[in-house]
Nanobody, 126 residues
Framework: QVQLVESGGGLVQAGGSLRLSCAAS????????MGWFRQALGKEREFVVA????????RYADSVKGRFTIARDTAKNTVYLQMNSLKPEDTAVYYC???????????????????WGQGTQVTVSS
């Protein structure tokens, strides 16, 4: 059974940092693109960042460029999201996602992913 488990969320003051982790089990995701999305209360789920199966290509939402960094550790089957200079508008539940098609670049759309984690809450206070 494929499972994605996020961790690392929490409460932080504006300007602070958090690092989210997404640990995959049930399948090796080294050949698959991964992504992070977020959903604020009362809003639709939105794209944050994606990383290709090689790790060489990344795509960031304009709202997080220069502040967030995605990385993957294929040996640990884990994807990380380093979030710096956090703002109150970054407050949301953050979801990790995995493509089910191999060798992808990483979609900016939720429909490009088949597997999802349960989410981890990030709250940024002003």
């Amino acid at each position: 059974q494929v499972q994605l488990v996020e961790s690392g969320g929490g409460l932080v003051q504006a300007g602070g940092s958090l690092r989210l982790s997404c640990a995959a089990s049930g399948r090796t995701f080294s050949n698959y693109a991964m992504g992070w999305f977020r959903q604020a209360l009362g809003k639709e789920r939105e794209f944050v960042v994606a990383i290709s199966w090689t790790g060489d290509n990344t795509r960031y939402a304009d709202s997080v460029k220069g502040r967030f960094t995605i990385a993957r550790d294929t040996a640990k089957n884990t994807v990380y999201l380093q979030m710096n200079s956090l703002k109150p508008e970054d407050t949301a539940v953050y979801y990790c996602a995995a493509d089910y098609r191999p060798y992808g670049l990483g979609s900016t759309n939720t429909h490009g992913y088949h597997y999802w984690g349960q989410g981890t809450q990030v709250t940024v206070s002003s």
